[in-house]
């Protein structure tokens, strides 16, 4: 398994903004996934993007990937107050996608009213 | 998204303590996994588990953990000694639905709301 990193480390905008959250990974991957957190819950999957994809979208979430760069980013639309929460990426490597996630520190997002 | 619950959501305990931790999923699953998360830290892994017996376990999955799976749904986590260094969220996580004719969502993981766990 590997660990994203993710940028910045806190964020905070006005409600109806966008929010733009990055991920970057060290080695080759079978797909790259994004968790929200919010305080004190458990992870709440969002969205999966597959190594041989380049955007995704679910709603007002809307998924990047550059293998090339080995970077990913989450764009969140027309943000609401309910949107703050920590947000995770777990890369998941070419081999074993079954294996355990590891998890980076996250980014504390804060969408102000 | 397959629903998952855990039991208790909240355990209080005495060091030196022994406590079960129950992950009851709703539909038939292939894997099982425990993690956990301090206060303020990063989410961790401890253990994953397939066909009934252990895959994978971290460092921190010392001989103190064990899981099980007793009777072919819950899927326990059992400390036997506990620490006051065990206190923390535990979250299982879910791999592969069950769904009539096939396994699907082999990709994703899901995770329970987790208990949050006390030790004095």
């Known amino acids: 398994s590997q660990q994203g990193e993710e940028d910045p480390q806190a964020l905070s905008i006005q409600e109806g903004e966008n929010a733009t959250m990055n991920c970057s990974y060290k080695?080759?991957?079978?797909?790259l996934q994004w968790y929200r957190q919010n305080s004190g819950r458990g992870l709440v999957h969002l969205i999966l993007?597959?190594?041989?994809?380049r955007e995704k979208h679910s709603g007002r979430l809307r998924v990047t990937l550059d293998t090339s760069k080995k970077s990913s980013s989450l764009l969140i639309t027309a943000s609401r107050a309910a949107d703050t929460a920590s947000y995770f990426c777990?890369?998941?490597?070419?081999?074993?996608?079954?294996?355990?996630?590891?998890f980076g520190k996250g980014i504390t997002l804060s969408v102000r009213p | 998204e397959p629903e998952v619950t855990q039991t208790p959501s909240h355990q209080v305990t005495q060091m030196g303590q022994e406590v079960i931790l129950r992950c009851v999923p709703i539909?038939?699953?292939?894997?099982f996994y425990w993690y956990r998360q301090i206060l303020g830290q990063k989410v961790e892994f401890l253990v994953s588990?397939?066909?009934?017996?252990?895959?994978?376990k971290s460092e921190i999955f010392d001989d103190q953990f064990s899981v099980e799976r007793p009777d072919g749904s819950n899927f326990t986590l059992k400390i036997r000694s506990t620490k006051l260094e065990d206190s923390a969220m535990y979250f299982c996580?879910?791999?592969?639905?069950?769904?009539?004719?096939?396994?699907?969502?082999?990709?994703?993981?899901?995770f329970g709301p987790g208990t949050r766990l006390l030790v004095l």
């Open positions: 996580a879910l791999l592969a639905v069950w769904e009539g004719r096939s396994y699907n969502g082999r990709e994703t993981q899901y």
């Open positions: 539909s038939n699953h292939l894997y």
């Open positions: 080695t080759s991957i079978n797909n």
């Open positions: 777990a890369p998941s490597p070419v081999t074993g996608a079954n294996s355990k996630l590891t």
């Open positions: 993007i597959r190594s041989n994809e």
């Open positions: 588990f397939y066909n009934n017996e252990i895959s994978e």
